[in-house]
């Protein structure tokens, strides 16, 4: 039990998506203090690892940076977004950081140790100059491809534009897949 606290499940989505945004073929998630686990809700966790498993094949082979994209979300601000274009996939991957609260020097005095997110809508995302033709837009989520309640995409021969998506201050992370055909 190496750590002084357990970071709560959106700080651990975060940490996984930051993993798979980076290109990680692999994960191991090893920042976890078992007394406190009754203390959170790892179901958001669960949930995101059986998506992640079920892209696993697309992330294995997919090139991070794959697709240009513009968004009007403020990147590094409120948002980190990464496109992985594999040979039969595009995944759009966007993660709340729209968050305070985390500083470093309260966290080692014991004071506060934990981000304080906040809910984020995304307005768009548009994928430009397409190399390929996308379609069947679907988000993954507990590992299955679902048509999203909120966001939307609109697909032509150049660009697709994925509008009205919110990211919930618990499940800090969206998966949006698309076909390439």
């Known amino acids: 039990e190496a750590w002084s606290y357990q970071a709560h499940e959106n700080e651990i989505i975060a940490q996984i998506g930051e993993a798979i945004m980076a290109g990680a073929k692999g994960l191991t998630l090893f920042q976890s203090s078992h007394k406190a ?41 409120e948002v980190m977004i990464e496109v992985i274009r594999s040979p039969s996939k595009v995944i759009v991957i966007a993660i709340n950081t729209k968050a305070s609260g985390y500083s470093n020097t309260l966290c080692h005095v014991d004071v506060s140790k934990h981000w304080n997110f906040d809910d984020l809508v995304i307005d768009s995302i548009t994928l430009k100059d397409l190399p390929v033709k996308l379609s069947s837009f679907a988000e993954v989520v507990d590992g299955k491809a679902i048509q999203p309640s909120d966001a939307k995409a609109k697909i032509s021969s150049s660009e697709v534009k994925l509008s009205g998506i919110k990211i919930s201050s618990k499940n800090i992370l969206r998966l949006f897949t698309f076909d390439v055909e």
């Open 37 to 77: 686990f009754k203390e959170n809700d790892f179901s958001a966790i669960k949930k995101q690892l059986k998506s992640i498993a079920a892209l696993r094949e697309s992330l294995r082979t997919g090139d991070v940076g794959g697709l240009k994209f513009d968004t009007t979300a403020k990147l590094g601000k």
